[in-house]
Each structure stands twice: as structure tokens, then as C-alpha cells.
């Protein structure tokens, strides 16, 4: 299943639309949404991260085209039971500084959508993981362009990455039937 979106191809989706969002910020708040709202309509966050929309202007509804597939894939990678779930972030391809940038402007967002479905758990590890994405999302954008720094925030998106996945499953655990590493004994 290939539904992984490139982020160079979407990151001025949002430049012509009513919004203050980037890219990045938005999937994180559809992220935060898809954790705590098990019947999350395209809608729900639009109706957030924009204004307005005519879809009579062809350049605003191509825009919706595409957030609507952004929301339809993100979804299928956050059910997708290889956890083939992505960050809509910049890739390596970029520097140093704008991975980072999008990595705290998503974290942010992430935050936000949480809050405005209003996150309730007592579950340790998903409360510490929101902390976790809370001191991410204040981290230092000046990320000197070096190696030792990539492989930091390589290994920082991952553990949002994992976190995230983390958090949904625990927040809406899976209809799938796994079969318990107790019950092969």
C-alpha cells in the first residue's frame, strides 16, 4: 500500500487558501483529531485549519482535492497494521533547519488537535508522550547543518512518528485481532 505523501509536492497547498496553518501544522492538528475522534470527517478539519473555501475558485477546490486526499491517506496510515504512518514534514532532501521547523510546527499542531477534541486519559505512557511532544515542540529551529544533527532529529521524528502511533492506538485501540505473544506459549 503506497500512501505516503510527499511533502515538497503539498507544502504550499495551503499558500493560496484562508488560513494561518502550514502544511505541516495542519497534518499534525488532523493527527491530533485522528487520535481522539473515532468519527473524524474531512469537515471536522477543515472546518479548522480554514476560514473559508469557494469551490467555485478552481485554485481553491484543486486545494480541497488535495487536502482531501491528504485526509483520506493519513488515515489509512494511521490504521495501516505495518505502521507505514508518516509525518507530513520536510524530508532530508531539505536542511536541517526547515526539517526542523515543520517537525515543531506538526508537533504543535498535533498538540492543538488534541485539545480541541479535548484529550481525556489517565494512561502513563500517553500522557508523558504528549509531554514529550510539548518540549519537542519548543525545541531551538537554528539546527546546525551537520551529521551529528541529522541523525538527532532523524531519531526525533522517529520517536514522534512512534509516539503517535502509540498515542492513537491507546486512545482507540485497533478492531483488529492481534494474537497475544502469551497465547503462543
Known amino acids: ?19 494561518d496553518d502550514t502544511i505541516a501544522s495542519a497534518h499534525g ?4 483529531f485522528a487520535c481522539v475522534k473515532p468519527e473524524l470527517n474531512l469537515d471536522d478539519w477543515l ?19 488535495q487536502l482531501a486526499q491528504i ?8 490504521g495501516d497494521a505495518t505502521l507505514n504512518f ?7 532532501n531539505c536542511s536541517l533547519t526547515e526539517q526542523a521547523s515543520t517537525l515543531i510546527q506538526w508537533c504543535q ?22 509531554k514529550d511532544f510539548g518540549e519537542i515542540s519548543k525545541l531551538d529551529v537554528d539546527v546546525l ?7 538527532d532529529l532523524s531519531e526525533i521524528i522517529e520517536f514522534v512518528r512512534m509516539g503517535t502511533l502509540l498515542i492513537q492506538e491507546t486512545l482507540q485501540p ?10 503462543l506459549h
Open 145 to 151: 547543518d551537520d551529521e551529528q544533527n541529522a541523525q
Open 71 to 78: 485526509y483520506n491517506n493519513t488515515l489509512l496510515q494511521l
Open 47 to 65: 472546518g479548522e485549519i480554514l476560514v473559508s473555501i469557494d469551490l467555485n475558485n478552481l485554485n481553491e477546490k484543486a486545494a480541497h482535492e
Open 29 to 32: 492538528i488532523l493527527c491530533g
Open 109 to 130: 499542531g498535533f498538540l492543538v488537535g488534541l485539545g480541541l477534541c479535548k484529550v481525556s486519559t489517565t494512561d502513563e505512557d500517553v500522557l508523558e508522550m504528549i
Open 174 to 183: 485497533s478492531k483488529q485481532n492481534y494474537i497475544s505473544p502469551d497465547t
Open 1 to 19: 500500500m503506497n500512501n505516503l505523501i510527499d511533502y515538497d509536492e503539498v507544502k504550499n497547498i495551503l499558500h493560496h487558501l484562508n488560513t
Open 86 to 92: 508518516q509525518l507530513l514534514i520536510a524530508d532530508e
